[in-house]
Each structure stands twice: as structure tokens, then as C-alpha cells.
């Protein structure tokens, strides 16, 4: 007879970060590269707020609190990250790099936020990086002295929708109010080369950032760029609609790819800001191939995405299969 033992929380999600650990390239890539984490849902559950989640049940899975306390605990014996406070779910934080970056990372997940479809956008109430965290947001980005302010977070900030129907209130289109004090602050004091970094929705966009008197093709009313990233390998977010259909019902979507898997890189300098998109062959073989996508920049002092003619990234070394890459042999020379 075997017999199930029923695990904590905290030793479930031990045991997951452990079997996620026996994958030997996650295990190279912590090795050959610095971290800078910050969580999102999975690490807890799909679609997770402060006090609860889509797919957390109470009634057989426990009290939200318990979970969430093992989550967060295994998150951080597991993963490198200099927490302002583990004892708490505190993990938003600010890294500088000398004159040129202030590094904003911010919790738009655990820290405050409400249930997703809780209310109307505009309440007041509903709150995503709640009072202390978006104070402490917008006292850096007042006192910053660096070229460039990026914010590091997890959903996407620009607004996006098709026949005037919102497509994800996960997103700060579900929690307008709170992204209208942020973006009031930010023309209210004059906060320029902004650039928001975006992950969660496992597919590739760069955005403007409009406000109400945003326009294309004069590139005004934009608040600054924002780049998401698509997943390494997990599957896309099916929005329901093409790309094109997308960038045709929002005027300050320049660039978006809802099939690829792959990763960018930022390259930035102290005239402009650049996001190279590389995409993976076939994502199921470990030694794939991959093959240079898009690139956009944007201008110091600009605010609006720019398409570049090529990639300005170096990714480093080429590994012992070089010769499956053969459109970046020119990265490496």
C-alpha cells in the first residue's frame, strides 16, 4: 500500500523550486549571469492578489495567508534576491548604475493589489502597488539625477484594447485610477527618459505610453517607451486577435509578436535606449538554434519607440554549437 503524506505549503513549494533546479541550463544560466528577480503570480498561483487568487480554493487548499507565506519563504531561499525585509512580502526596491540608471523594481502582484475583477478600473479602492509602495515610487523618480528611470514590474502598463473593449484587466487597465496618479505625477514633475520593462504576458510588444492627447504620427503625449518580453518557453497569451488587428486599434503599440519565444536585451547608453528581440527555433530542443527578431530605441530626452535598422547587443561568448546560429555569426566578432 502506498501512502500519500500531505505536504505544507511551504514544503510543496520547496519541492517544486527543487525539481524546477534539476533543469541543467536554469542551473548554468544562475551560474554565468547576475539576477535581479521579482516575483509575478506563478510564483504563488495563476492570477494572484493580496488575498487570494483565481485558482487558489480555500475549502481544499487552505487559508490564502499559509499559502502565500510558503510561497514567498521558498522564493527566498531558492532564488538570489536581497529583499528590503523576507521576514515580509516587501520585495520592491531601487538599483542605481552610477549617473546613467535608476532601476525601479516594483510588486504590482502581492504588495496591494485587489482581486481583477473586483470593480470598475477607475474606483479609487482598487489599488495595484498601493499608497506606500506608489509614495516611494514617485519620491525616487522625483529626487533621481539619472539619465534614464526604468521600472522594472510585471504587467503591462500601456493601455490596450480592441473595439473599445479592455482585453485583460489583469493588467493596469484594470486599475486606471492608480496608473492616472502615477502618470500625473510623472508630467506633474517633469520625469523624462522613462522606460518601462514588462514581463508576465509571454509575448513581444513596444509601447508607447499615452496619455489622452497622445499622437502617432507627431510622437506627443507619450509619458516614455515600454518593452515586454515574451517567455523563454512557456506558451503564448492568446489575446484572440492577430498582432495586426491590435497595432491597428491602438495607435501606440509599435511592435507586437504574439507567437515567438525568446528574450531581449536593453542596451543602454546615455543617448538613447535600445531593446533587441532574439526568437528561439524551436523551443523543445535544447540546442535549438535562434535567429535575431526586431529591435526598437528610444531617444534621450524623446519619448516615443523608434525601429532600428539592426540588433546593438553583444550576448557574450558563442556556446561549443555556434554554428547553429548562423544569422548572429556577427554578434560575436
Known amino acids: 500500500m502506498i501512502q500519500l503524506m500531505k505536504l505544507s505549503a511551504l514544503e510543496d513549494y520547496r519541492l517544486r523550486y527543487s525539481h524546477y533546479r534539476l533543469d541543467s541550463d536554469l542551473r548554468d544560466l544562475h551560474q554565468q549571469f547576475p539576477f535581479i528577480n521579482i516575483w509575478d503570480d506563478h510564483e504563488t498561483a495563476n492570477d494572484s492578489y493580496i488575498d487570494g487568487a483565481d485558482n487558489h480554493d480555500p475549502a481544499t487548499e487552505g487559508a490564502w495567508a499559509d499559502r502565500k507565506a510558503g510561497a514567498t519563504q521558498a522564493y527566498h531561499e531558492w532564488l538570489p534576491i536581497r529583499s528590503p525585509n523576507p521576514a515580509n512580502t516587501q520585495i520592491y526596491r ?27 478600473a477607475s474606483d479609487p479602492n482598487r489599488p495595484l502597488l498601493g499608497a506606500t509602495q506608489l509614495n516611494w515610487l514617485t519620491n525616487n523618480l522625483q ?33 486606471a485610477y492608480e496608473r492616472d496618479q502615477l502618470y500625473n505625477f510623472i508630467t506633474t514633475n517633469s520625469v523624462d527618459n522613462l522606460v518601462v520593462l514588462t514581463g508576465d504576458i509571454h509575448t513581444s510588444w513596444v509601447n508607447d505610453i499615452p496619455l489622452n492627447n497622445y499622437d502617432n504620427s507627431s510622437c506627443t503625449g507619450s509619458l516614455g517607451v515600454e518593452f515586454v518580453v515574451t517567455s523563454v518557453t512557456s506558451t503564448s497569451f492568446n489575446l484572440g486577435f492577430a498582432s495586426s488587428v491590435i497595432e491597428l486599434a491602438n495607435a501606440h503599440v ?12 536593453l542596451d543602454v547608453n546615455k543617448t538613447r535606449v535600445q531593446g533587441d528581440y532574439y526568437y528561439m527555433n524551436d523551443v523543445e530542443s535544447p540546442t535549438p538554434g535562434e535567429y535575431y527578431g ?34 548572429r555569426q556577427s554578434c560575436w566578432a
Open 94 to 120: 531601487k538599483f542605481a548604475w552610477g549617473e546613467l540608471i535608476d532601476l525601479h523594481m516594483l510588486d504590482t502582484r502581492l504588495e496591494a493589489r485587489v482581486i481583477q475583477d473586483g470593480g470598475a
Open 143 to 175: 529626487t533621481s539625477t539619472a539619465r534614464w528611470n526604468i521600472l522594472g514590474q510585471q504587467v503591462m502598463m500601456a493601455p490596450l484594447a480592441v473595439f473599445g473593449q479592455i482585453l485583460n484587466s489583469d493588467q493596469w487597465d484594470g486599475y
Open 254 to 265: 509599435q511592435y507586437a509578436d504574439l507567437q515567438q519565444r525568446g528574450y531581449m536585451i
Open 294 to 327: 526586431t529591435s526598437y530605441f528610444v531617444n534621450d530626452t524623446e519619448k516615443c519607440a523608434n525601429e532600428a535598422t539592426t540588433f546593438s547587443s553583444n550576448p557574450g561568448p558563442l556556446p561549443v554549437y555556434a554554428p547553429q546560429y548562423p544569422n
